[in-house]
């Protein structure tokens, strides 16, 4: 069984940055493609950016530009680089694997505020 655990989240002022991971067991994370998602309050999670297994990037346009996703197979994670963070860039944020979406399985997700 795959297992995925965020973290990396935490207080931050506009214009700072973060870097999330995910970090995953159970299963050899080059496999799959990968995706962030955030979430906040009574809305569907929405995707922030994805690679795939080879490494092909995309992102969503309110992220575009801003963020950068990479991964790192030897150490079986993926990141999400956050910079410029704005207010609105707050929320729950979550990796996932297309298998993990399809399953309804979700980790706890990491918290990112963007508060002065």
């Known amino acids: 069984q795959v297992q995925l655990v965020e973290s990396g989240g935490g207080l931050v002022q506009p214009g700072g940055s973060l870097r999330l991971s995910c970090a995953a067991s159970?299963?050899?994370?080059?496999?799959?493609?990968m995706a962030w998602y955030r979430q906040t309050p009574g809305k569907q999670r929405e995707v922030v950016a994805a690679?795939?297994?080879?490494?092909?990037?995309n992102y969503a346009d309110s992220w575009k530009g801003r963020f950068t996703i990479s991964r790192d197979n030897a150490k079986n994670t993926v990141y999400l680089q956050m910079n410029s963070l704005k207010p609105g860039d707050t929320g729950v944020y979550y990796c996932?694997?297309?298998?993990?979406?399809?399953?309804?399985?979700w980790g706890q997700g990491t918290q990112v505020t963007v508060s002065s």
């Open positions: 159970g299963s050899i994370l080059s496999t799959y493609d």
């Open positions: 996932n694997s297309p298998y993990g979406v399809a399953a309804g399985y």
């Open positions: 690679i795939s297994s080879g490494g092909l990037t």
